[in-house]
């Protein structure tokens, strides 16, 4: 099976854009989780999606927002970029709720 | 109090020797326990779950949960320049809607030649 994918890999945006990351899942996989990662915060769960559904969400702010289509692949948006929201964005998918969650080679974001 | 408690490293072992990783967490609803393994500037991959109390082996990894003391750990045997990363724990809370996995800060080892 091929694994989870992410689009695009790199993106450098400037302060104020916004900017949308792309997450296919393995295929079969229903749940899509989000997660930021910085080297002063470790990795942090920004949100999940089952069936199309936000199931869960980290404590960010609204600016980090996300979807899932009906063909599991899932998107995120981040509006109004700030300096600090530069980071890997990694993607995860699992089959089931509660069950093992395998990443995608994310997404880094540079913020200038 | 974090939540899932790692020492930060660098654990430098040398090849061929015993890496052994803890981690604890504080929340005793917790359910399932994962490992992950992440070189650097690359994604987290998956080294093992385990969810009951006891010890996993799964090639020169060994997991070890123990509930009722909190605490997780990871055994590398035969340690090899390539176990060389960050090591992950994170853990999946019982009270926790869907999925949210809650990650450790992660322990950097170091195999030495």
């Known amino acids: 099976k091929a694994g989870v994918t992410q689009t695009p890999r790199y993106l450098i945006k400037t302060r104020g854009q916004q900017v949308t990351l792309s997450c296919s899942p393995i295929s079969g996989h229903r749940s899509v989780s989000w997660y930021q990662q910085t080297p002063g915060q470790g990795l942090q769960f920004l949100f999940e999606?089952?069936?199309?559904?936000?199931?869960n969400k980290g404590n960010f702010p609204g600016r980090f927002s996300g979807r899932q289509f009906s063909n599991s692949r899932s998107e995120m948006n981040v509006s109004t970029l700030e300096l600090g929201d530069s980071a890997l964005y990694l993607c995860a998918s699992s089959p089931l709720i509660r069950d093992t969650q395998y990443f995608g080679p994310g997404t880094r974001l540079t913020v200038l | 109090q974090k939540e899932v408690e790692q020492n930060s490293g660098p654990l430098s072992v040398p090849e061929g020797a015993i890496a052994s990783l803890n981690c604890t967490y504080s929340?005793?609803?917790?359910?399932?326990f994962f490992w992950y393994r992440q070189y650097s500037g690359k994604s987290p991959e998956l080294i093992m779950s385990i969810y009951s109390n006891g010890d996993k082996e799964d090639g020169r990894f060994t997991a070890q949960l123990n509930k009722a003391s909190q605490y997780v750990s990871l055994l590398i045997r035969d340690s090899q320049p390539s176990d060389s990363a960050t090591y992950l724990c994170?853990?999946?809370?019982?009270?926790?809607?869907?999925?949210?996995?809650?990650f450790g800060g992660g322990t950097r080892v170091l195999v030495k030649p």
């Open positions: 999606y089952f069936s199309e559904t936000q199931r």
């Open positions: 929340d005793r609803g917790s359910q399932s």
């Open positions: 994170a853990v999946i809370y019982i009270k926790a809607a869907g999925n949210k996995l809650t």
